[in-house]
């Protein structure tokens, strides 16, 4: 591997001491003068029709500005799915409506002079409801006679197929091969259903917004977004508002995970400073987050799988099933990517079918979440895998590698399934996945465990593996761009409009600039995410932004490369061929010449011929390679009561070059830990009309650092021709395999196979006893 000065070395954030010391800023830290305080009224009903609103005595409350509700906001479809345009999600909302459609569905939005006021006054809106049928079983959304959740003036950008009437959000089927042919030539089929369930992101800081007009006159959101660009544009259109008078900023995040992809909360601060001049503020609290945000789609996955006796996979059938809940948000890409980052990981079936239908249903609204459907498809596949290879009486791990695709090659999938569209045709230029999986067997111990049911007392252990790929970017569709100058001193200003929510992505562009322009990483100067003052990127998510704005980055820093060359050249009249960057400095070794940055810098700007030297650069990609995971764990199940303890977890990534090891550690720590969580506790409890029980983390458990097992995480290093320095994609991955892994060490311990999450006692100890495992 070639040896850099800053890219492969683990740099310390460039806004760490900031956050370490409490001075970095985030939404609800910036103070507004003469600000109001927004309230939103949500639904207690599954599905009515509001019938009316009286808010008169919420308006006769001293304090309460305005109420906002569907009988005086324009009604304008939109989406709020923070995707490219146009959206390849339905445009099947509105800022307000007179019909909701789930639990937490929002009614009316209190504006008042402080939260006092307007949480009184919330309560003093009298609102009368029609109760319509709700829907809440996905498998029977379909059926005829069964209740519509929005009618047919609801529309898709792209023209895909979608039919609300068939409460149908989305439809995606691919196909090659002959599955007959494969069903006639196997020795056996595997046939079996999983399910994926819902999942908070949990996020530290909750969804927030604040809105002023700034001293021009133009409408300034300070926003929790991934994706502000996005929020424009949607804000622009939902609030019928010119987009060349809104400016989103985006300051520190705390945490996103794919939650703040949404475009949900920023209409509703816009309109009330459009409205009334003055400075707004929504943040909305923890238990909002839980009932009206986004989550985890589930997804019911049914797998067909043929088999000879010799190991070969003679065909292969997915049918997905995904509950989209009460809108559309994300319902097509989400359910696309449970095939289109599943199937191409095992390239050598000859047969394959691939079905999924996303459906309406009037329970939380889904959206996008770290790992966005291949999560739920792995924890198929994966199992599915295990209960073959146990059939076959042949090892798991060699089989994965005989199987799997390879450098080299490609997979009909490809190009058949993208994200909303159709795929491209790509070949994988690097894989690691067999060092990988070498590693977490050897670390895991796998030979002297695996099918051992290794027992002490009660207590039984069984170790598990999982693998998985992902991608970077979405090839032909995100962009990104960035823009670089030099100063005086040598240093450089770096404007990206790519959106760093904790994952350290100001830094890891920031070292990408300073390994091509030769400088210590504190000569860059970064500033991200604002779309008036930062070129335009599609934000973060995909796994996109190591790859796809770091490709933007080093383009754009190569640009000022040659300028500094050339000023150089002109300074130490050099040819450029001799020329070379060292330290901040321009080498002419056949000369024993040497220009400063500082010199070549005020040369430009004072001396002679002078130019600012700057540049701008944009980049889409062609192709998304994948990043290949393997994970193992060790389980220990007490049979008596079905609990599970995850003892030990090992993760090893292929994500190309890493820019900056600790970070990619960092995010795959990040992403296992969150795996395990949504594996072993997390969980939507609902009552039987469609509310949500556990609003709060007293009751939605999540993983604390008690219950982090021993971890261990190894990044194997590969060169991504097509990235930047070689890197690929590495945030979403690590979350795809906790599920699968812990699913088959249990079975491994007790041969109880879980078909669904999460692994609770109570679920295990009713799975053996529903297979009779004492």
């Known amino acids: 591997m070639k040896k850099y000065t800053t890219v492969g070395k683990s740099e310390k954030k460039i806004d760490s001491l900031s956050l370490a010391t409490g001075e970095s800023k985030f939404v609800d830290d910036f103070e507004m003068k003469n600000e109001l305080y927004c309230k939103l009224v949500y639904s207690p009903h599954a599905f009515a029709e509001i019938l009316d609103i009286d808010d008169s005595k919420a308006l006769a409350i001293e304090g309460v500005v305005d109420v906002l509700h569907y009988k005086n906001v324009k009604h304008i479809l939109h989406t709020t799915a923070g995707q490219g345009f146009p959206e390849p999600s339905p445009y099947d909302c509105t800022i307000f409506e007179n019909i909701v459609r789930f639990v937490g569905d929002r009614v009316a939005m209190v504006i008042a002079e402080n939260r006092e006021i307007a949480h009184m006054a919330v309560k003093l809106l009298d609102v009368k409801y029609k109760i319509l049928e709700p829907l809440f079983d996905p498998e029977k959304a379909m059926d005829p006679g069964a209740p519509q959740i929005h009618d047919s003036s609801r529309f898709t950008p792209i023209g895909v197929k979608y039919e609300p009437e068939r409460n149908l959000a989305a439809e995606v089927e691919i196909g090659f091969g002959d599955i007959q042919k494969g069903k006639e030539e196997s020795d056996f089929i595997i046939d079996e259903t999983y399910n994926a369930h819902y999942g908070q992101h949990c996020t530290i800081e909750p969804h927030s917004v604040k809105s002023y007009f700034d001293e021009m006159g133009r409408l300034v959101l300070l926003s929790s977004t991934q994706v502000p660009f996005h929020v424009r544009r949607i804000v622009a259109q939902a609030c019928d508002y010119p987009l060349s008078k809104i400016r989103v900023i985006k300051p520190r995040i705390g945490g996103g995970f794919g939650s703040k992809q949404e475009v949900f909360l920023e209409q509703l601060a816009a309109l009330t400073t459009i409205k009334h001049k003055r400075p707004a503020r929504l943040v909305i609290s923890r238990e909002e987050v839980f009932q009206s945000s986004r989550t985890r789609h589930p997804i019911r996955v049914n797998l067909k799988m043929g088999a000879k006796n010799n190991g070969e996979i003679t065909f292969l059938e997915m049918d997905s099933l995904l509950n989209s809940g009460a809108y559309g948000s994300h319902a097509l890409t989400v359910l696309s990517n449970c095939g289109s980052k599943v199937l191409p990981l095992f390239n050598k079936i000859e047969n394959l079918h691939f079905i999924g239908r996303s459906v309406y249903t009037n329970l939380p609204v889904g959206g996008a979440y770290r790992g966005y459907g291949a999560t739920q498809g792995y924890f198929a596949l994966n199992q599915h895998l295990d209960i073959l290879t146990r059939k076959l009486n042949v090892d798991l791990p060699d089989f994965i590698k005989k199987n799997h695709i390879q450098v080299g090659e490609t997979s009909q999938v490809f190009e058949a399934l993208g994200e909303g569209r159709d795929g491209v045709t790509q070949l994988v230029n690097s894989c690691q996945l067999d060092e990988c999986i070498d590693i977490c067997i050897k670390e895991i111990d796998w030979y002297k465990k695996h099918d051992k049911k290794i027992t002490n007392g009660d207590k039984v252990r069984g170790v598990g593996l999982a693998v998985s790929m992902q991608g970077s970017a979405i090839p032909l569709i995100d962009m990104a761009a960035a823009y670089i100058k030099m100063n005086e001193d040598g240093s450089f200003n770096m404007n990206i409009g790519a959106t760093d929510i904790g994952t350290g992505s100001d830094t890891i562009l920031a070292q990408i600039a300073a390994e091509v322009l030769n400088v210590p990483l504190e000569k860059m100067i970064v500033y991200s995410s604002d779309t008036d003052r930062t070129p335009f990127d599609v934000g973060a998510y995909a796994s996109s932004t190591t790859y796809l704005s770091g490709r933007a980055v080093k383009k754009c820093a190569n640009k000022i490369k040659d ?86 977890f090992v993760s090893a990534v292929d994500c190309g070059q890493a820019i900056n090891p600790q970070l990619a550690e960092g995010q795959v720590e990040g992403a296992t830990v969150n795996g395990i969580s949504y594996a072993m506790t997390e969980e939507y409890i609902f009552s039987d009309k469609g509310n949500l029980l556990n609003k709060g983390f007293r009751s939605y458990k999540i993983s604390t650092a008690a219950d982090i097992p021993k971890m261990k995480t190894f990044i194997v290093e590969s060169h991504e021709e097509s990235g930047p320095f070689g890197a690929k994609s590495v945030s979403e991955i690590g979350i795809n395999g906790p599920l699968p892994a812990i699913a088959n060490a249990i079975y491994d311990a007790i041969g109880v196979r879980m078909y669904g999450a999460p692994f609770t006692a109570e679920k295990v100890y009713r799975a053996m006893q529903a297979q009779k495992i004492e």
Not at 602 to 631: C, G, H, R, W
């Open 563 to 648: 300028q500094i060359l050339g000023v150089a050249a002109e300074i130490m009249e050099s040819s450029l061929e001799d020329l070379s960057l060292e330290s901040s400095k321009v080498i002419d070794r056949k000369q024993n010449k040497s220009a400063s940055y500082y010199d070549i810098c005020n040369y430009s700007l004072y001396t002679k011929d002078q130019f600012q030297i700057q540049a701008e650069a944009s980049e889409i990609v062609e192709q998304s390679p994948p990043p290949f995971m393997a994970q193992a764990t060790e389980v220990e199940v007490d049979t008596k009561t079905g609990e599970v303890k995850v003892l030990e």
